[in-house]
């Protein structure tokens, strides 16, 4: 390919070969330029500047000093500095009237020192509105009236009982005996028993009536360290069930001279369930309140049964079951206070407190024959309920004017199951309440005592008695 010389190509361009020919007198051909150099000397003095300029601002490398004595600069200046864009191209070659080339503009740094950048304060906060301050105000002045409102209608509520308060759960307050003696009328007031000791109705000095167990009299020899130890045990335990179908624990006594021990429930003035199903001369009781009553026991039984660990009661039958005033169960344990009498042979080696000597199951068998007993108004026989398998209208108790024969029937089939002879194949206490909740419909709100004085007993205990 041939290579054209500068000439030919300059003959192609007539614009540029005219100017070309109008200043040959000034430039050789063999070193003809396009450009003017007065123009391409601005162009070198302005990068020149430049140069300077930025070798000037750029810090020096570590371990060497800094270019002309100028100190590095700070971290908020090296940051600004290599963010910094560089001046736009025409503040650089601008040339005054004249064609010389105007000076470098103040503002361009030098070698010198650089003076850091003053760094701007902080946005001043946004003030508050008048807006802003009222609705502080506002909800200062709701929160404040809201919480002194609810502090004072807890006050009136518990001052004028209208809230149950919980009971204590550890600590069972003591009583002087000489206190339970004038409210038990000097020990007179009997309305049962357990073995050899008796059971005292009293009423305090507030009003309050109590039951009044009396566990050991007469003498201390008689007493053994672990009676002492199985009872404090039984008074913690009893304390623990805390559940409203149950005949709380409220107090004790523990008197050295003259010696006595006892213990102080809550009192359920409609006397036992073995009374009313078996005595002529107790109160008759309906189909209704009859489910109800096993209801409200197998409630309790399942609460017994979920405590960590379990409570178990000891002997379940229709004498420990107490009726409120609204004919609503209580279970009580007296039973256990046999076995730590003093009366007992080898009762101070017993220890029947223990968790790993009940069954659980046992207490399924034992509820089963007791709602046996409360719809038939009998005991239970086995070979009638897993031999012979009798109707339910020939089972239920005959003095019953009314009562649901589907629902007894049903009934008498979980009362089977509760029987089982072979105790693995019983069932939960909790599968029980689940099967006569459905059946009965009664829900454990419903089976619990409408008017309990136990809460205001206990409180009074603690308040007038209490150690």
Known sequence: MEIQSPNSILHHLPHLSSSKSQNSSLFPEETAEVFDPSKDHLLIQSDATWNRRSLAERPPLPGKGSAAGASPPSPPQAFADSTKSPPPPETQTLAGEDGTPSPPPSSVRTAQTPNPPSVPPPPPPLPRTKKTLNLSMIVGIVVGVFTVSVALIIFFLIHTRKIPIKPWTSNVPRLQLSELQAACEDFSNIIGSFSDGPIYKGTLSTGAEIAVVSIASGSRANWSTSMETQLLHKIRELSKVDHKNFLNVIGYCHENEPFHRMLVFEYAPNGSLSEHLHSQHAEHLDWPTRLRIFMGIAYCLEHMHNLNPPILHTNLDSS????????????????????????????????????????????????????????????????????????????????????????????????????????????????????????????????????????????????????
């Not at 009726?323 to 080696?349: C, G, R």
């Not at 709100?445 to 008695?465: K, N, Q």
Request: glycine share 2%; proline share 7%.
């Open 320 to 467: 420990c079951i107490y009726l409120t005033e609204d004919n609503a169960a209580k279970v009580s344990d007296f039973s256990v206070l046999d076995f730590i009498s003093p009366s007992k042979e080898s009762s101070s080696s017993k220890n029947l407190l223990e968790h790993s000597m009940l069954d659980p199951q046992t207490n399924v068998l034992n509820f089963g024959a007791l709602v046996f007993e409360i719809i038939t108004g009998r005991l239970p026989d086995p070979d009638s309920l897993f031999f012979e398998r009798k109707p339910a209208r020939d089972l239920v108790d005959p003095t019953l004017e009314t009562f649901q024969e589907d629902v007894a029937e049903r009934l008498l089939e979980v009362v089977r199951q509760c029987m089982n002879p072979y105790s693995v194949q019983r069932p939960k206490m909790r599968k029980v309440v689940v099967k006569l909740r459905e059946i009965t419909g009664i829900e454990a709100d419903a089976a619990l005592p409408r008017l309990s004085p136990r809460w205001w007993t206990e409180m009074e205990i603690i308040a007038t008695y209490g150690d």
